[in-house]
Nanobody, 118 residues
Framework: VQLQASGGGLVQPGGSLRLSCVASGKILSINNMGWYRQAPGKQRELVAS???????TYADSVKGRFTVSRDNAKNTVYLQMNSLKPEDTAVYYC?????????????WGQGTQVTVSS
């Protein structure tokens, strides 16, 4: 299974970006999907997650600005980021929790850079 993230870039404060992450390969089914981020000198932190039933969770710092969604038919998770702030600058990593017949595992994407700067 491979995850391919896209949509990062340079945006001015107050702007928007939409990240996408597609899972491909032999996939039985997917449980949770979501996004982490890591800024320079900081630990990786959970930004948002969504269950296979559509229940979402957000970091306090992004609530009301970011929206996570998924398309189960396309094995894709999205992160709509609005009202971006300089402190949102980080490398964003997507993940999926792959279900197996017994157990499962977490797969990570390669990361996409988001830079918020004027």
């Amino acid at each position: 299974v491979q995850l391919q993230a896209s949509g990062g870039g340079l945006v001015q404060p107050g702007g928007s970006l939409r990240l996408s992450c597609v899972a491909s390969g032999k996939i039985l089914s997917i449980n949770n999907m979501g996004w982490y981020r890591q800024a320079p000198g900081k630990q990786r932190e959970l930004v948002a997650s969504i269950t296979d039933g559509g229940i979402t969770t957000y970091a306090d710092s992004v609530k009301g600005r970011f929206t996570v969604s998924r398309d189960n038919a396309k094995n894709t998770v999205y992160l709509q980021m609005n009202s971006l702030k300089p402190e949102d600058t980080a490398v964003y990593y997507c993940y999926t929790d792959i279900k197996l017949e017994i157990g499962g595992y977490r797969e990570w994407g390669q990361g996409t850079q988001v830079t918020v700067s004027s």
